[in-house]
């Protein structure tokens, strides 16, 4: 078995650039990443390294947009409830009947699912990046045809 200049297997070094990525932290993934292309030789390693960054990387645009997405639709909300507190009821329509709730249940409510979202979001990420680990632990290719597609473009044969 081949063993990294750290004296750990390459496969559990691999499993472990991705189970970095599945605490969400763009920096442990780049100082890992960022060691691996400087002073490991395999091919293979690096590859996976680059890979785990890519992912992250995405995951971490991902999560941010969705945060993003979240906060807004929330301050949205909040001004529309600010500005209908002189009824003190905001009327939802919908095609079955209409329902009135008071602008506090409904502020509530979407804040309570807005930050669901986010959570599933995130417990999402952590459980692929984990999956990936112990694929990568394995000597399982993880295929991922978009970002092996610029691998093989730009970075390595």
């Known amino acids: 078995?081949?063993?990294?200049?750290?004296?750990?297997?390459?496969?559990?070094?691999?499993?472990?650039?991705?189970?970095?990525?599945?605490?969400?932290?763009?920096?442990?993934?780049?100082?890992?990443?960022?060691?691996?292309?400087?002073?490991?030789?395999?091919?293979?390693l690096k590859r996976t390294a680059v890979k785990a960054f890519i992912l992250i990387v995405f995951f971490a645009i991902l999560t941010s947009l969705t945060n993003w997405l979240t906060s807004g639709l929330g301050s949205l909300f909040y001004t529309l409830a600010t500005i209908s507190r002189s009824t003190n009821y905001i009327v939802v329509e919908n095609i079955?009947?209409?329902a009135k709730f008071?602008?506090?249940?409904?502020?509530?409510?979407?804040?309570?699912?807005?930050?669901?979202?986010?959570?599933?979001?995130?417990?999402?990420?952590?459980?692929?990046?984990?999956?990936?680990?112990?694929?990568?632990?394995?000597?399982?290719?993880?295929?991922?045809?978009?970002?092996?597609k610029i691998l093989d473009k730009h970075f390595l044969s």
């Open 1 to 44: 078995m081949e063993k990294s200049k750290l004296g750990i297997s390459l496969n559990l070094f691999a499993a472990l650039l991705y189970f970095a990525g599945a605490t969400g932290s763009v920096i442990v993934i780049m100082i890992a990443s960022g060691y691996v292309l400087i002073f490991e030789e395999s091919e293979k």
């Open 102 to 148: 008071t602008t506090t249940d409904l502020l509530q409510t979407i804040g309570s699912v807005m930050s669901n979202i986010y959570i599933i979001t995130y417990i999402c990420v952590a459980v692929i990046m984990i999956i990936f680990g112990f694929k990568a632990y394995r000597q399982i290719d993880v295929k991922i045809k978009w970002i092996d």
């Open 96 to 98: 079955y009947d209409s």
